[in-house]
C-alpha cells in the first residue's frame, strides 16, 4: 500500500516551480499543503532513489563515446555476480591509428571500476565495439557466445562496406581471438540491435537459444542506399548441434530503409516460444524519416511476415522515435509486455502494451514522464528492481539540459497506475557531477549478488566529457504493501471519483455487469484500515458511494473496490 508518496511530492513541487508563476497558486493548494502534512511519512515510507554501487568511464583518455553499448552477460566467472560488456565507437589513437576494444567488467559488491578483461582488432575495423550481443549457449554443450558487430572499413571511396559478426567464448575461460566469424558481404548493414536490449532468445521454442541478425537490401548507385532501399530482413539461425551460417528463416520488414534495433527475450502471447520486437526507420529524404515498430512472435517454424506493425506518427502528435524495449510481466496477468518512448510538444511519457493471447499495438498504459518540451532523448527497461517477483520499469529522459534530465521508476503489479514510484532528478539527488545520467538504459542483470535485479544508466556524452556508466541497485525495501502480494486480477469495473484531491467528501461512482458481492474499503498510507463504505451483495447497475473524511488528516489515501473476483485500487488525496 505504500506507493506514490515520494514521486507525489516531489512533481507536485516541481510542477508549480515549472508551470509559471500564472500556475502557481492552483498547484499550491492542491500540494503544497497535501506536503506539508505528508512530510512526517517521508522517513518511514518515502522510497529512496536507488543505490549507486559502481560507475565505470573509459579506460582510454580520448574515449568520447565510450559505452556506445553495453549488455549484461550473466555470471560468466561463477562467483555469483552477473558480469558487463562494454563497447565504444572506434576512435584515432595519438599514433593516427585506429582504436577498437570492449571491455569486460565482472559483477561485484561493489563493483569494480577497471576491465577485467579486453578485445580488441587491428585498424581494418571500424566498430569492434559499437554493438554488442550476449548470445547464450548456441551449440549444446559448448559454451556460451558472444557477439560483436564488425564494419570492414571502406578502402575505396564508393566501396560498399562488408560486415562481419565475430564469436568470442563466453565464461571462464575467454580467449582474444574470435571462435567463428560470420561474414555478411551482400549486406548493407547487419546491425544487430543494441545488447542493452537484448537477453539469449528461444524463438523455436527448443530449449537452445538461436541468433537474430537483421539485414536490408542495397540501393541504387549512385544515390545513398538508404533514400532507395525499401524492404529489410531478419535472419535468424537455429542454435543446435546442426548450427551453422544458414538463415533457418526469414522474416521480412517491409518499409524498412534499415533496422535500427531489436529487443529479445520476451514472450508476449504466452505460447512458449520468445518474440522479438523490432525498431527500424524509413528514409523517405535525407531530412525526412519515419520509425517502424514490428512484432514478431516466435514459433516452429517463425512466421515470414511480423504479427503487427506499426509507424511513429500512428498516433496524432507524439512521435515514438526512440527508446523500446520488450518488459517482463509488469502487470502479473502471465504475460510479458512491451514499451515505448513518445515525446510530444506536451510532454513526453511512455506506451506500454501489455501482452495477451492477440497482441496489438495499441497502448494499455501511458506513463507519466517528463513535462518539460526539450527533452531529445528517451529509452525505457525492464526487470523485476523490488524483489517481489512481478516485473517493473525503468524509464529515463535525457536533454542537452542537465536540468531535464529525469529517470522514472515504475512498479509492477496487477493494478499498476501511470505515475512514477520512484522520480529522480540526477543533480538534485546525487549531485552536480551526476547531472548528465540518463541518456540510455539497460543491461538489466544482478550485479551485486542479491538477487535482486539491477540496472545500468549511460549518462550523455558532451563535447568535453566522455560518456560513463552508473550500476544502479535494485532494493528489496521498495516492495509495495502488504495488500498487494496476493495478485487478485484487474477489476473491469471502472470506478470513477469526484473529485480528487478532494476536501471533506469525496463520491465514488461504479457499474456492475451482474449482481456481485461487494466492499469498498479506504486505508490510510501504512496500509491501516481507516474506513468501511460498503460490504454486500449490490444488484446490476449504476452505483454511487460517499465518504465524508471529517476528523481524518490532510494526506494520501488508498480506495479499494472488490466486486465478486475483481479487484482495484486507487489513490486519492485529501486536502483541508
Not at 553499448?69 to 572506434?90: A, E, K, M
Not at 537484448?198 to 538508404?226: F, H, S, W
Not at 492477440?358 to 498504459?365: H, K, N, Q, R
Request: with cysteine; hydrophobic share 35%; net charge negative.
Amino acid at each position: 500500500m505504500r506507493r506514490f508518496v515520494n514521486s507525489s511530492i516531489r512533481r507536485f513541487v516541481d510542477s508549480a516551480r515549472e508551470n509559471g508563476m500564472r500556475r502557481f497558486t492552483k498547484t499550491l493548494r492542491a500540494g503544497v499543503l497535501v506536503v506539508a502534512v505528508m512530510a512526517g511519512f517521508l522517513a518511514a515510507e518515502a522510497y529512496e532513489p536507488p543505490e549507486i554501487i559502481g560507475e565505470i568511464e573509459g579506460p582510454e583518455p580520448d574515449t568520447l563515446w565510450f559505452a556506445s553499448d553495453f549488455c549484461c552477460i550473466g555470471d560468466q566467472n561463477g562467483d555469483g555476480y552477473d558480469d558487463l560488456l562494454v563497447g565504444h565507437d572506434p576512435y584515432i589513437d595519438g599514433n593516427n591509428h585506429w582504436v577498437n576494444k570492449i571491455y569486460l567488467y565482472n559483477g561485484g559488491a561493489p563493483m569494480n571500476d577497471e576491465s577485467d578483461f579486453t578485445w580488441s582488432t587491428g585498424e581494418k575495423f571500424l566498430s569492434l565495439g559499437a554493438f554488442i550481443v550476449y548470445q547464450g549457449v548456441l551449440v549444446p554443450n559448448d559454451p556460451a557466445y558472444i557477439m560483436f558487430h564488425l564494419k570492414l572499413r571502406q578502402v575505396v571511396h564508393d566501396q560498399n562496406p562488408v560486415f562481419d559478426l565475430l564469436f568470442y567464448q563466453a565464461g571462464d575461460s575467454l580467449q582474444s581471438e574470435p571462435i567463428f566469424r560470420l561474414e555478411r558481404p551482400d549486406s548493407v548493414s547487419t546491425f544487430p540491435g543494441q545488447g542493452r536490449r537484448q537477453r539469449p532468445t528461444d524463438v523455436n521454442g527448443d530449449g537452445i537459444c538461436d541468433l537474430i541478425v537483421p539485414r536490408r537490401m542495397r540501393g541504387a548507385e549512385p544515390y545513398p542506399d538508404y533514400l532507395l532501399t525499401t524492404i529489410s530482413f531478419l535472419d535468424i539461425f537455429y542454435g543446435g548441434e546442426d548450427f551453422d551460417t544458414i538463415p533457418d528463416a526469414t522474416v521480412r520488414l517491409d518499409s524498412l530503409s534499415g533496422v535500427k534495433g531489436i529487443s529479445t527475450g520476451r514472450d508476449v502471447n504466452g505460447d512458449g516460444y520468445d518474440d522479438i520486437l523490432v525498431k527500424g526507420w524509413h528514409y523517405r529524404s535525407l531530412q525526412i524519416s519515419r520509425a517502424y515498430y514490428y512484432l514478431i512472435l516466435g514459433g516452429a517454424p517463425v512466421d515470414s511476415l511480423p504479427a503487427i506493425e506499426i509507424v511513429s506518427d500512428h498516433f496524432e502528435n507524439r512521435k515514438m522515435e526512440y527508446g523500446f524495449s520488450l518488459l517482463p510481466d509488469v502487470n502479473d496477468d502471465g504475460y510479458d509486455d512491451w514499451g515505448i518512448y513518445f515525446w510530444s510538444r506536451g510532454g513526453d511519457g511512455f506506451y506500454i502494451f501489455f501482452g495477451s493471447d492477440e497482441p496489438d499495438f495499441e497502448p494499455d498504459l501511458e506513463l507519466a514522464g517528463h513535462r518539460r518540451l526539450w527533452a531529445d532523448d528517451g529509452d525505457i527497461t525492464g526487470g523485476d528492481f523490488n524483489g517481489d517477483g512481478c516485473g517493473d520499469i525503468v524509464g529515463c529522459v535525457s536533454a542537452f539540459n542537465p536540468e531535464n534530465s529525469e529517470v522514472f521508476i515504475y512498479f509492477g503489479s496487477r493494478w499498476m497506475d501511470n505515475q512514477a514510484d520512484i522520480y529522480i532528478r540526477p543533480e538534485r539527488d546525487y549531485g552536480a557531477a551526476y547531472e548528465m545520467m540518463g541518456y540510455e538504459i539497460g543491461a538489466v542483470g544482478d550485479y551485486n549478488g542479491d538477487e535482486i535485479d539491477d540496472f545500468v544508466l549511460r549518462s550523455r556524452p558532451s563535447e568535453i566529457d566522455a560518456s560513463k556508466l552508473y550500476i544502479m541497485a535494485g532494493n528489496s525495501g521498495w516492495r509495495v504493501g502488504v495488500d498487494e502480494e496476493e495478485r487478485t486480477p484487474v477489476s473491469p469495473v471502472e470506478l470513477i471519483i469526484k473529485p480528487n484531491p478532494f476536501n471533506t467528501k469525496v463520491d465514488f461512482v461504479f457499474n456492475l455487469d451482474k449482481k456481485e458481492k461487494t466492499t469498498l474499503r479506504i486505508y490510510d498510507i501504512r496500509g491501516r484500515l481507516v474506513a468501511g463504505l460498503l460490504d454486500r451483495t449490490l444488484s446490476s447497475g449504476s452505483h454511487a458511494v460517499s465518504w465524508s473524511a471529517d476528523g481524518f488528516p490532510t494526506g494520501l489515501y488508498l480506495v479499494e473496490l472488490v466486486a465478486g473476483n475483481n479487484r482495484q485500487i486507487r489513490k486519492i488525496v485529501l486536502i483541508r
